[in-house]
């Protein structure tokens, strides 16, 4: 293969997985994690987000929020983000009701969709989750799908998750855990997750 064609087959994967990053801004400190942590009083649960592209059908993007000591998004090479929610390592802190609603509903819009999937876990393997997520540290663009099934592939029970660079992949792959709950969120905002994310972060500075 020559090196054009290695340059043309790289920027086609790009295209199929998604992912494609963007978010530059400096990692928060440790304190400023710390103190944006939110335990919330659900159970431990692993909860599963993957972008779909209306038009396509193609898996755009995958997260993971973990619901340990702790509640955070695992968001590899993510771009929603909130100035007053906290980022270090591709791991969005402070995920308290509303920020994990608004997370959710910045991603679907006229052109994309979201499925939800979530599962009850026990504590201990809320908590593997939650220090597989912070050690993974960020993730190159396109690379959503893959460290997001290899953090479920270490985990009991998930070991049988596909390891795969494709969304549709991995969600289809968390379909199959028993007791794993599906919805899927579809609405009709602008394309551009920019005026989302401002008219959220007026709101809560309303308040």
């Known amino acids: 293969m020559t090196i054009l064609s290695r340059v043309i087959a790289g920027l086609a994967m790009l295209v199929l997985v998604g992912c494609a990053g963007g978010n530059t801004r400096p990692d928060a400190s440790i304190e400023e994690v710390s103190r944006a942590a939110y335990v919330h009083n659900g159970p431990p649960a692993l909860t599963l987000f993957t972008m779909i592209n209306n038009r396509t059908g193609a898996g755009a993007h995958t997260s993971l929020m973990v619901n340990a000591s702790q509640r955070v998004i695992f968001d590899p090479a ?78 009991p029970g998930f070991e049988g998750i596909t390891s795969t660079w494709f969304p549709n992949r991995l969600m289809e792959s968390f379909e199959t855990i028993p007791g794993v709950q599906t919805r899927k969120l579809f609405e009709d905002d602008a394309d551009d997750k920019s005026i989302a994310v401002a008219q959220f972060e007026r709101a809560v500075q309303g308040q």
């Open 78 to 155: 993510g771009t929603v983000r909130m100035s007053f929610v906290p980022e270090r390592g591709d791991v969005l802190y402070g995920i308290n009701p509303a920020v994990a609603d608004f997370y959710a509903s910045a991603h679907a819009r006229e052109t994309f969709h979201v499925v939800i999937q979530r599962i009850e876990v026990s504590p201990a393997v809320a908590e593997q989750a939650l220090r597989l997520a912070i050690a993974r540290g960020s993730v190159a663009s396109a690379q959503c799908a893959i460290s997001t099934s290899g953090i479920l592939r270490q985990l």
